[in-house]
């Protein structure tokens, strides 16, 4: 079954609270999407962790519920 965007933005919003979340229906087949994840938390942290947190953050979605997802991760200009 299909994740809907607003549930993966809702599950990545509860575990990094502090996240500002995009997503992107690639096909609009609900099934590929991009997410842009823009967080203060990922100061400081390689590309790869930031990713393992999005993933973690998904809690066992990705690959079963959600298909396919092209993550970028970035954390606010400010920082």
């Known amino acids: 079954m299909a994740m809907d965007a607003s549930e993966i933005e809702r599950l990545i919003k509860e575990g990094i609270p502090d996240a500002k979340v995009e997503i992107t229906d690639l096909r609009g087949d609900g099934d590929h999407y991009a997410a842009m994840v823009v967080s203060a938390s990922f100061a400081g942290l390689p590309r790869v962790r930031q990713h393992q947190m999005v993933y973690e953050a998904l809690q066992g979605n990705m690959g ?16």
Request: proline share 6%; aromatic share 0%; net charge negative.
């Open 64 to 79: 079963e519920a959600l298909h396919a997802l092209a993550l970028q991760t970035s954390v606010p200009e400010s920082q």
